[in-house]
C-alpha cells in the first residue's frame, strides 16, 4: 500500500539541476509555494564547465544568482593541425566560463533564500493521474498541483510527457576531461580538424582547463550514456594536432566519452499538469554552447507563464528550435576537411582582418535577447 505524503506545493520541480533550480527560484521571487525532488544523495562537486552567454545571464540576474565564474573574452577558432589563428571575435561583455557545480550551488543558495523546500535522494518510480502525483521510491505518493519536468533527457517526466519520443546518433562521440594548467587566456578556443575539433577554456582561478574533444564516428553501441574512458584513445583521436594540443592532452587522467544523440524538441511540453524544461524538453548538442542557457530562459519564461503552458510553449518552441538547428550546422563546419577547410579558413581569416565582429554578430539574435524584460 501507498501512503499519501505532505499536501502539494503550488509548484514540484523534477531535478535539482540548472533548470530546475532556476525554475524553482523564478516561481518562489512570485510568491508560489515549491518543491523541488532530486534522486541524488547530495548537490556535489561535479561536472565539467559551461559557457553562460550573455541571454542567459540576465536571467540569473533576475534570479540574484552569482556564481564564481571567469570572464571571457573571445572566442579563438585554431587550425588544430598547424596551430595556427583562424579567427579570433572578442567577445563584450557578459560572456562568462563557470564550472557547473560552482553554479549548482549559487543556485541551490539562493532557492534557500528564498524559500524552496529542496527534497534530496528522493527517487520518483511513476507519474500519475495527469501528473497530479508522484510515486516515490519509499512507497508513498506525493500529489502536485503543477510538476515541472526538469530531470533530463533521460528523466522519468520525459518518458511520461513524451514517451515515444527518441534521439538519433549524430555520428559523433565527445570526449570531456578538465585539467590542471600553469595559465590559459580567458578565451574559449576552437581547434578545428577533418572529422574531430577540440574546445577548451579556463575554469574558475583560471588553472583548470575543461576540454571538450569531439570525434566522428559511424556507430555508437554502449548501452550507456556516458562512460569513463582510457585517455589514451582521446591523445590517439588527436595525435595529428599541433604541439600545444598533444602536451595538454598529455596531462588528462580521467576522462568520460559518450555518444551525443541529437534529440531535437519533443513534440510537446506539457501533459496534464506536467510541462518540461530544459533538456527534458529540448536536449541541446554542444556545439553552440546554449544548453544551459536556454535551460535558464526556459526556467523564466514559464514561471511568467505557468497558468499557460500552451501558450508559452507556442511563443517558446521557435526560438529554442532555431538555436538547435544552429547547434547542429555548427558541428558540420568545425569538421571541413580538403578544399572547403583551406576555402572556409581563408575566407574566416580575411574576416578577420576586415572585420572580426561580423561573426559573432549573425548571433545578435540569440545572445541580445532578453527574456526577464518581458
Known sequence: ?????????????????????????????????????????????????????????????????????????AVHVIDGVSGKSVIRMPLGPGFRLIHRADLISALADRAADVGVTLRLDTRVTDIADGGRALHLSEDTAMPTARLIGADGARGRARAFVAPDHRGAFTGQVAWRAIVPVDQWPAEAQI???????????????????????????????????????????????????????????????????????????TPRWTRGVCTLIGDAAHPTLPF????????????????????????????RRPRVARALAVARSNARNYHLSGAKRILGHGALRTLNVIRPTAMLGRYDWLYNHDVTAR
Not at 540548472?18 to 562537486?45: F, K
Not at 581547434?191 to 570525434?215: K, S
Not at 530562459?297 to 505557468?306: G, H, N
Open 288 to 315: 553552440l554552447a546554449q544548453g544551459a542557457n536556454l535551460a535558464l530562459e526556459d526556467a523564466w519564461t514559464l514561471a511568467a507563464m505557468l497558468d499557460d503552458p500552451a501558450g508559452w510553449e507556442a511563443a
Open 1 to 73: 500500500m501507498i501512503a499519501s505524503a505532505v499536501l502539494a506545493s503550488d509548484v514540484t520541480v523534477l531535478g535539482a539541476g540548472i533548470a530546475g533550480l532556476a525554475m524553482a527560484i523564478a516561481c518562489a521571487q512570485r510568491g508560489r509555494s515549491v518543491a523541488v525532488i532530486e534522486q541524488a544523495a547530495a548537490l556535489t562537486d561535479i561536472g565539467a564547465g559551461l559557457q553562460i552567454a550573455p541571454n542567459g545571464g540576465r536571467v540569473l540576474a533576475a534570479l540574484g544568482v552569482t556564481p564564481r565564474a571567469i570572464a571571457s573574452r
Open 191 to 265: 581547434h578545428t580538424g577533418n572529422g574531430r575539433h577540440l574546445v577548451c577554456y579556463p575554469l574558475r582561478d583560471g588553472r583548470a582547463l575543461n576540454i571538450v574533444a569531439v570525434e566522428e564516428r559511424t556507430a555508437w553501441t554502449d548501452a550507456g550514456w556516458s562512460h569513463t574512458d582510457d585517455p589514451a584513445h582521446l591523445r590517439a583521436a588527436f595525435a595529428g594536432f599541433a604541439t600545444p594540443i598533444r602536451r595538454l592532452l598529455d596531462r588528462v587522467e580521467t576522462v568520460h566519452l559518450w555518444g551525443l544523440m541529437d534529440h531535437g524538441a
